[in-house]
């Protein structure tokens, strides 16, 4: 294909932008990453990378980084906050589906902070620091990007361009593009502590998603420190959560202890459920967060993200070397989309449906489905393989 600029910018160096960006450099083609931090951007989300998604990042040295950075949790259980364990399913049993048969506990900005070393060794990567995208042109053959930052107004252009710039994006708005959905009305609650709950509670896992009327949560452990994960009473604004003796409380409540929990890190965030109207405007591609957000029960959003990016680039790569026709990027959407949709809103949206039900009949049902799953292999071995996504990449057919 003919080429102006000969390069893609992308806007937002985070995660996705980030692997996009190595996973396009790798194929020959000169990437620019606009990032409006000026360093890795330390955030508390997403911990859990699920098997298939460190399959597709093996090929770029990415899978065995995080391997190495991470917590291998082949166990994960369902249990309730009044009956305890009520199933725990073991990962090994994905062992012939998959080269990571477990979670990796792995935090989102270790694997930007491995990504942004590899992308500066890469002569054609220019990662661009302290650049805010402000506005977005796209014409019939290029994309045309404004940013603001320390040294002042810019302009750059590429070929095509990809928005990796998370759920307000900017991208997305530029482009027009409806992101249909809607916002849970409460916040969640992401707090750390070193305090070993394993030791302590005896038959917890690694990863735990704990079902209670009033208040669920999610226990992980990773690499060196336990997560909680839990909703914040709607009627309790967000900087009184995010107070010492709401976190105190929030913790004391899940495990007691006569002393205080020491917290090494808190974070609250606003969660919704939406995807992109369309994942493509001319030039311009949605990928990760811009392109669909959700709860993060269930550890998809940002696995899915990467799967958007690893469908992309080699889609581009195609096109950009003449081994395919520019229609070849017409089956971005078609092949991305649907799994956002069935496989990342769906799944976490029942997820959340089953931790905080409240009808104490459903309650039951659910934990008896539970207990009904974990005595069979059959369905735990299919629920393993829908709620590790491989069910879905295969059948997209991103992964055979
Ligand atoms: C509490 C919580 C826990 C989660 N846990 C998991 C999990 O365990 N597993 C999982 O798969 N997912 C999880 N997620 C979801 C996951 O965090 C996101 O899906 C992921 O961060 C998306 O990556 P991204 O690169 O698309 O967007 P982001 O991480 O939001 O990165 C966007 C980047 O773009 C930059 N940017 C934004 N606007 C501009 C602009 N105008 N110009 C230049 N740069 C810009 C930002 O600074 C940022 O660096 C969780 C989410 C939450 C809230």
């Avoid at 190495?68 to 725990?88: A, F, H, T």
């Avoid at 603001?148 to 997305?172: E, H, N």
């Avoid at 452990?221 to 105190?248: F, G, K, T």
């Avoid at 690893?310 to 790569?317: E, F, G, H, K």
Wanted: include cysteine.
């Amino acid at each position: 294909m003919r080429l102006k600029h000969d390069r893609v910018l992308i806007v937002g160096g985070g995660p996705v932008g980030s692997v996009a960006a190595l996973l396009l450099a790798q194929r020959g083609i000169p990437v620019t990453v606009l990032e409006r931090a000026d360093d890795v951007v330390l955030d508390y989300r997403a911990s859990t990378i699920q098997p298939p998604t460190l399959d597709l990042l093996e090929e770029c040295g990415a899978a065995q980084a995080m391997v190495s950075m991470g917590l291998i949790c082949p166990l994960m259980q369902y249990r309730d906050r009044q009956q305890g364990k009520i199933v725990e399913f073991d990962m090994t049993m994905l062992k012939n589906d998959t080269r990571h048969p477990y979670r990796l506990q792995c935090e989102q900005f270790k694997l930007v902070g491995w990504l942004y070393p590899e992308l500066r060794k890469m002569p054609n990567v220019e990662l661009l620091l302290s650049h805010e995208v402000t506005k977005v042109t796209m014409g019939d053959d290029e994309a045309v990007v404004e940013t603001t930052g320390p040294l002042g107004p810019k302009t750059f252009k590429g070929d095509f361009l990809i928005a990796g710039d998370g759920g307000r994006s900017l991208v997305r708005k530029a482009l027009n593009i409806e992101f249909e959905g809607f916002t849970y009305p409460e916040h969640f609650l992401v707090a750390g502590t070193r305090y070993d709950f394993k030791t302590q509670m005896g038959d917890i896992c690694s990863v735990n998603y704990t079902a209670d009327p009033d208040n669920w949560y999610v226990l992980l452990e990773i690499p060196d420190m336990w997560r909680i994960v839990a909703p914040v009473d709607p009627n309790v604004e967000p900087d009184d959560a995010m107070q010492e003796a709401y976190l105190q409380n929030c913790l004391q409540n899940l495990w007691p202890r006569s002393e205080p929990y020491e917290i090494v890190v808190k974070a609250i965030y606003r969660v919704s459920q939406r995807v992109a109207q369309t994942y493509r405007r001319g030039r311009g591609f949605l990928a990760g967060d811009a392109a669909h957000i959700n709860n993060p029960l269930g550890g998809l959003g940002l696995n899915g993200g990467i799967h958007d990016a690893v469908n992309l680039t080699q889609r581009l790569a195609r096109v950009w070397h003449g081994e395919a026709p520019e229609s070849e990027l017409d089956g971005y959407e078609p092949q991305r989309k649907p799994e956002a949709v069935q496989a990342i809103l769906g799944q976490t949206g029942r997820n959340k449906k089953l931790m905080e039900e409240r009808d104490p009949e459903v309650r039951a049902r659910n934990l008896d489905a539970w207990r009904a799953l974990g005595a069979s292999r059959e369905a735990t071995y299919t629920h393993l393989l829908e709620t590790s996504m491989i069910a879905s990449l295969r059948r997209s057919g991103m992964l055979r």
